[in-house]
């Protein structure tokens, strides 16, 4: 892996981090649930809502860079899991971009003084399917977790997704929302919490194993039991806990 890429994804997931804490902070302050360029009902217009996009999806690759070098890493030991992560961290690019482009489409709408209308709903759907494919993503890297990482963050990447069932079964039955954004409730505030405290543990985790995503490694060595017999092998440097 690059290091400039390395170095980039770890900063963004730091980002994402202080990002997710400081949207717990407002939404516990009353304030609407917001994302990037759409906060609660309304929707920005100026510069900064272009650049908050755009960062965004920057962030986003950035972060997907660093999910598949640990899907490239789990791949020796648990294939299904590294085929899920990867199929995962496609579809969750590929629903940051429909996001993306869907709130681009937004502030177009509210340049020209019209409504939004029926993108808001198509916002909505983009908004709870990006979410649920990072809560899948961080689930099918727990076999990794499990390795590498300490025991209190292999069981955090279990929470995401059944939180992420719940605020949808909320959406479902209990509390639509007819705003671009679903409503803040008490699962919500925990599923940020958890999101929060897992993408900082994962940018600690990048610095403390640089050495796993910055050497090359070779899956047929990373198999080879004879791989086992030098102390610095490459499977001793990908798979040590």
Request: hydrophobic share 60%; aromatic share 12%.
């Amino acid at each position: 892996m690059p290091k400039l890429l390395f170095y980039v994804g770890t900063g963004f997931c730091l980002f994402l981090a202080l990002s997710a804490a400081a949207g717990v902070g407002s939404q516990l302050d009353g304030a609407p649930l917001g994302f990037v360029a759409v906060h609660g009902d309304a929707v920005g217009t100026g510069i900064a809502s272009v650049l908050s996009i755009l960062v965004a999806l920057i962030a986003g690759l950035a972060c997907a860079a660093i999910f598949v070098r640990m899907s490239a890493l789990l791949a020796a030991r648990n294939l299904f899991g590294a085929f899920l992560a990867l199929l995962s961290v496609g579809a969750a690019i590929v629903s940051l971009v429909w996001t993306m482009l869907l709130q681009s489409r937004m502030l177009a709408l509210v340049r020209h003084g019209f409504g939004w209308g029926g993108v808001g709903q198509l916002h909505f759907a983009a908004f709870l399917m990006l979410g649920f494919f990072v809560s899948l993503t961080l689930l099918a890297l727990r076999p990794y977790f499990r390795v590498q990482a300490s025991r209190v963050l292999s069981a955090l990447v279990f929470f995401p997704f059944p939180l992420f069932c719940l605020i949808l079964v909320q959406e479902l039955f209990v509390s639509t929302s007819a705003a671009p954004l679903p409503v803040t409730t008490p699962a919500s505030l925990v599923f940020f919490g958890i999101i929060a405290v897992l993408f900082f543990a994962i940018a600690i985790h990048c610095i403390r194993h640089r050495h796993m995503f910055l050497e090359m490694t070779n899956l047929r060595e990373l198999l080879d039991s004879r791989a086992h017999r030098g102390a610095r092998s490459l499977a001793s440097v990908a798979f040590d806990s």
